[in-house]
């Protein structure tokens, strides 16, 4: 399929623009991209009309399929409140793909999301991009690509309200430490032995040595400056790669962030200071953050703000000092480095998933709606 008579924002390294040009996909793969008009044109292929085509658009932090909206604690399942260290859990196990909010997602112009278990264990479990077309979360999952990690009030008041530990900052930090500390003598232990003693399996270990690696990222969950800090203090100390999720505090230390070359996906940007570690949410977050060379995306914390408004989301932004082109790096070549998809997706190239959205208009105007979405090769509105 092809479609052609387009402006193209490739996003890619150069951040090329194609006033005039055309994309190729079969297979679900980007095959060839150019200028003018391509040679054949079938009567399958779109007719962008002059239409601006993007890459298909990333939420860099949801609970997608986590929970079904109107149901209940029933459908929950995003917090394994049974132990507060629990990085052996694989979300895939919790997605539920025939959740209404993926076929809003879609809708949208939204065709990646990652999906993190949430915020009320210090460590959660593991943490995976996913395709938002399909109905078999095997086939719609593109990486594991992290461990979520969690900082702060919601640790805290799970296990204080049920007189367990952690009840304060520094046990949350003293979870996160021993753990990564016992997984490191168990690297150690599994490297010095024979088929005869190798330590006993450890489920929690074994979750953690892609971490320990650098296969993966920690995905520290964060809104208050100091806690921020404590997840930089933390990956330091183990050689950790990072991501700073929420990051509500950022703008207050941007400069310090800068100075660590620390990346951040700042989110839900729609929503009330509901805690006291919200207390300084602003929608100049994100703005602030990327003036001072921070690199950032853009989330909606699904379901804390659905899905569907991730683009009304960074238009707020907008509106509020984000660039508009920064802004449009926020939820493509942005967040898919910040994931660690950006081989796969976050850009219209030639080898890349055929992730692909045309608007004929701004796509952060609140009136907008894209007019064609393409997810995986295969055209979804």
């Given at each position: 399929?092809?479609?052609?008579?387009?402006?193209?924002?490739?996003?890619?390294?150069?951040?090329?623009?194609?006033?005039?040009?055309?994309?190729?996909?079969?297979?679900?793969?980007?095959?060839?991209?150019?200028?003018?008009?391509?040679?054949?044109?079938?009567?399958?292929?779109?007719?962008?009309?002059?239409?601006?085509?993007?890459?298909?658009?990333?939420?860099?932090?949801?609970?997608?399929?986590?929970?079904?909206?109107?149901?209940?604690?029933?459908?929950?399942?995003?917090?394994?409140?049974?132990?507060?260290?629990?990085?052996?859990?694989?979300?895939?196990?919790?997605?539920?793909?025939?959740?209404?909010?993926?076929?809003?997602?879609?809708?949208?112009?939204?065709?990646?999301?990652?999906?993190?278990?949430?915020?009320?264990?210090?460590?959660?479990?593991?943490?995976?991009?996913?395709s938002t077309a399909g109905k078999r979360i095997?086939?719609?999952?593109?990486?594991?690509?992290?461990?979520?990690?969690?900082?702060?009030?919601?640790?805290?008041?799970?296990?204080?309200?049920?007189?367990?530990?952690?009840?304060?900052?520094?046990?949350?930090?003293?979870?996160?430490?021993?753990?990564?500390?016992?997984?490191?003598?168990?690297?150690?232990?599994?490297?010095?032995?024979?088929?005869?003693?190798?330590?006993?399996?450890?489920?929690?270990?074994?979750?953690?040595?892609?971490?320990?690696?650098?296969?993966?990222?920690?995905?520290?969950?964060?809104?208050?400056?100091?806690?921020?800090?404590?997840?930089?203090?933390?990956?330091?100390?183990?050689?950790?790669?990072?991501?700073?999720?929420?990051?509500?505090?950022?703008?207050?230390?941007?400069?310090?962030?800068?100075?660590?070359?620390?990346?951040?996906?700042?989110?839900?940007?729609?929503?009330?200071?509901?805690?006291p570690e919200m207390a300084n949410i602003t929608?100049?977050?994100?703005?602030?953050?990327?003036?001072?060379?921070?690199?950032?995306?853009?989330?909606?914390?699904?379901?804390?703000?659905?899905?569907?408004?991730?683009?009304?989301?960074?238009?707020?932004?907008?509106?509020?000092?984000?660039?508009?082109?920064?802004?449009?790096?926020?939820?493509?070549?942005?967040?898919?480095?910040?994931?660690?998809?950006?081989?796969?997706?976050?850009?219209?190239?030639?080898?890349?998933?055929?992730?692909?959205?045309?608007?004929?208009?701004?796509?952060?105007?609140?009136?907008?709606?894209?007019?064609?979405?393409?997810?995986?090769?295969?055209?979804?509105?």
């Amino acid at each position: 399929m092809i479609i052609y008579n387009a402006k193209i924002y490739t996003m890619n390294k150069s951040r090329q623009i194609i006033e005039n040009g055309w994309a190729g996909f079969e297979n679900g793969v980007i095959t060839a991209i150019g200028e003018g008009s391509p040679e054949n044109i079938g009567k399958d292929d779109i007719n962008a009309e002059g239409a601006s085509l993007y890459p298909g658009f990333i939420d860099a932090h949801t609970h997608l399929g986590l929970t079904t909206n109107g149901v209940g604690v029933e459908s929950e399942d995003f917090n394994e409140e049974s132990e507060p260290c629990s990085p052996q859990l694989h979300i895939m196990d919790a997605v539920n793909p025939f959740d209404t909010s993926f076929d809003k997602a879609l809708a949208a112009g939204i065709t990646t999301v990652v999906i993190s278990p949430g915020s009320m264990n210090p460590i959660a479990g593991d943490i995976i991009a996913v395709s938002t077309a399909g109905k078999r979360i095997d086939d719609m999952c593109l990486r594991r690509i992290g461990i979520k990690f969690a900082l702060g009030e919601n640790p805290k008041m799970t296990y204080m309200n049920r007189d367990e530990s952690p009840f304060t900052r520094m046990a949350i930090a003293s979870i996160m430490r021993e753990e990564l500390s016992k997984t490191q003598r168990y690297i150690e232990d599994k490297e010095k032995a024979d088929e005869d003693s190798m330590p006993e399996l450890d489920m929690k270990h074994e979750a953690l040595i892609p971490l320990l690696e650098g296969k993966v990222k920690a995905h520290f969950h964060c809104h208050r400056a100091d806690d921020i800090f404590t997840a930089i203090r933390i990956s330091r100390e183990f050689g950790l790669d990072y991501v700073l999720i929420h990051c509500t505090d950022g703008h207050l230390i941007a400069d310090e962030l800068a100075k660590e070359n620390a990346c951040a996906v700042v989110g839900p940007v729609m929503c009330d200071p509901c805690k006291p570690e919200m207390a300084n949410i602003t929608p100049s977050n994100a703005g602030i953050l990327t003036a001072h060379g921070v690199k950032t995306a853009i989330c909606t914390d699904h379901s804390e703000t659905p899905i569907e408004y991730l683009l009304i989301t960074v238009g707020i932004c907008i509106k509020n000092g984000l660039p508009h082109d920064k802004a449009l790096e926020a939820v493509t070549i942005n967040a898919a480095e910040i994931a660690g998809i950006d081989d796969i997706t976050g850009s219209v190239e030639v080898g890349k998933r055929a992730d692909l959205v045309l608007f004929d208009s701004d796509p952060f105007e609140i009136m907008s709606s894209p007019k064609a979405v393409i997810c995986g090769g295969k055209r979804v509105k």
